[in-house]
């Protein structure tokens, strides 16, 4: 029986996940690797790292599914933490490729040190909108080109030896095939690339001074890129010249493994933080409309072939979603399992009694992007419990969701139904919030190996067992739960005043995070 291979390498771990040609799931591997924190605010991996918890992964799941199943592996597909920067020499270019080093550790999508970065991308650009205009994205911490001109700026001898520069999962597939390549995705999330095009724009090279012989070549998502090589294969214990096909970023390769690569679908996901991604026919790009630009992100969508280009998605995320519930379960709830909690916050009635959860712990990307925003509870009386207190961090998660989907709507992408993934779909009360708040049916699906899973799609369609990634996800996925829209009027209220509470508290938070520092 043939196999496929999807490989994520996130920022704690990577994941092996090995599916057969109907995308039954026969093993799964997963292996950490470390972060580095040097200083406050930053965030670096040796991406070397990612390529020995690839190794480990892969034979954790070669190894579940029969030591001899390794042989069997037809097609591999890659996915992974998004934005990240991995800086190469010209041993990247060189004949042994597939053993280029590092040449320092990768800046990460969680970093925070390029603030000053962004504000010189949008000034060049000439401005937010003309930025988001130019590469469908606001320049924020998280994306890559700041951090190159961070390098640029503060480790000038590094940068001066750069022949390539390359995203996480691309380091690994160099590592495979010893071949220079990244996916359009994965691209969208650099500031660097056209998404409208599909390629990388010669204007923002020139306009922020990047070498366009610094990056990679691009390919669709499903169209492959290099077969893996002997050396690679005897690492990770698969035979050689099995093809590599593009892959794409957790959120796009993540869309695929629930099956959202259809108009009028969204995948709404609560793990640490909350990620709303809509599939869509067109580029829609935020310019604001008289507001704040680039506060939803377009990129491209990973359902395109080596022979026709794919689609695009709208993302945002906001920053603390389960982060929220896991900081209330940690000092207020000590003991308590989640469940209990959402007992506890299911006997507490719509709207909380009039109490309001603001979930900016961590700053805010989606819809304020403002790393100074601030949580807190609005409202609180002595006749509130600790259940309206869990209910109302629930129902502020939920809200700030909702606000996503609202700017995602806005900009005419429609809306008609929401894959749950991530803790929050294991509450049969959240899903019946997100149902009600996002006013649309909400559903679970077959599968839960999330990008990893949607990598090893994706490999199928590369190799030719599956005609196109939407007939992929046909064979492999389907609804197993639904949940409708039941008592939205109840939320209306507090909806409203959660939606006013960010501007009318922007210029304390900022105060506050000055006494912070």
Not at 198 to 225: H, M
Request: glycine letters at 14%.
């Amino acid at each position: 029986m043939d196999l496929l291979l999807g490989i994520d390498v996130g920022t704690s771990a990577t994941k092996a996940v090995l599916c057969d040609t109907r995308g039954a799931v026969v093993a799964t591997g997963s292996a950490e690797h470390p972060i580095s924190q040097p200083r406050p605010g930053w965030s670096e991996q040796d991406p070397r790292d990612w390529w020995a918890s690839s190794v480990r992964a892969t034979r954790a799941a070669v190894e579940a599914a029969g030591s001899s199943r390794g042989g069997a592996v037809v097609g591999i597909g890659l996915s992974g933490q998004m934005h990240g920067s991995v800086f190469l020499g010209a041993d990247a270019r060189g004949p042994k490729a597939d053993r280029a080093e590092p040449l320092r550790p990768a800046l990460l999508w969680n970093d925070q040190r390029t603030a000053a970065q962004c504000q010189e991308i949008e000034r060049l650009a000439g401005g937010r909108a003309a930025l988001v205009a130019l590469v469908g994205n606001a320049a924020l911490t998280g994306f890559t080109l700041p951090k190159v001109l961070w390098v640029r700026e503060h480790d000038a001898p590094v940068y001066r030896r750069t022949v390539a520069i390359v995203l996480p999962k691309d380091y690994v597939r160099l590592r495979m095939t010893a071949c220079l390549a990244t996916d359009v995705g994965d691209a969208a999330g650099t500031l660097l690339f056209d998404v409208e095009r599909r390629a990388w724009s010669p204007r923002a090279a020139q306009l922020f001074g990047i070498d366009p012989g610094l990056l990679p070549e691009v390919v669709e998502s499903a169209a492959p890129t290099g077969g893996l090589t002997a050396a690679a294969g005897a690492e990770l214990g698969l035979k050689e010249g099995i093809p590599v096909v593009g892959g794409s970023g957790d959120n796009q390769a993540g869309a695929v493994g629930a099956g959202v690569v259809a108009p009028g679908l969204v995948l709404a996901t609560l793990g640490t933080s909350g990620v709303i991604y809509a599939h869509a026919e067109a580029p829609r790009k935020d310019l604001g409309n008289g507001g704040a630009a680039g506060r939803v992100h377009t990129m491209c969508a990973a359902t395109g072939t080596a022979k026709t280009p794919g689609q695009w998605s709208i993302t945002g995320c906001m920053l603390s979603a389960g982060g929220s519930l896991r900081w209330c379960r940690d000092t207020i709830c000590p003991g308590l399992s989640y469940d209990q909690m959402m007992a506890e916050a299911a006997a507490a009635p719509p709207g909380s009694g009039g109490l309001v959860f603001l979930p900016y712990l961590t700053g805010e990307r989606c819809p304020y992007p403002d790393p100074a925003a601030r949580g807190g509870w609005i409202g609180l009386t002595a006749r509130h419990t600790r259940g309206h207190v869990i209910r109302a961090v629930v129902e502020g998660v939920t809200f700030g969701m909702g606000q996503v989907l609202d700017l995602i709507r806005g900009l005419g992408v429609p809306v008609d139904r929401a894959r749950l993934g991530g803790g929050g779909a294991r509450s049969a009360l959240w899903r019946q919030m997100q149902a009600d708040v996002f006013g649309c049916t909400v559903a679970l699906t077959n599968t839960e190996e999330g990008p990893a899973y949607g990598a090893a799609l994706l490999a199928g369609v590369g190799v030719g067992l599956f005609e196109s990634v939407a007939a992929a996800c046909r064979t492999a996925i389907r609804e197993t739960e639904t949940t409708s829209p039941k008592n939205a009027p109840a939320y209306t209220a507090a909806r409203e005043v959660y939606a006013r509470l960010y501007q009318d508290l922007r210029d304390r938070f900022g105060a506050l995070a000055a006494i912070d520092r």
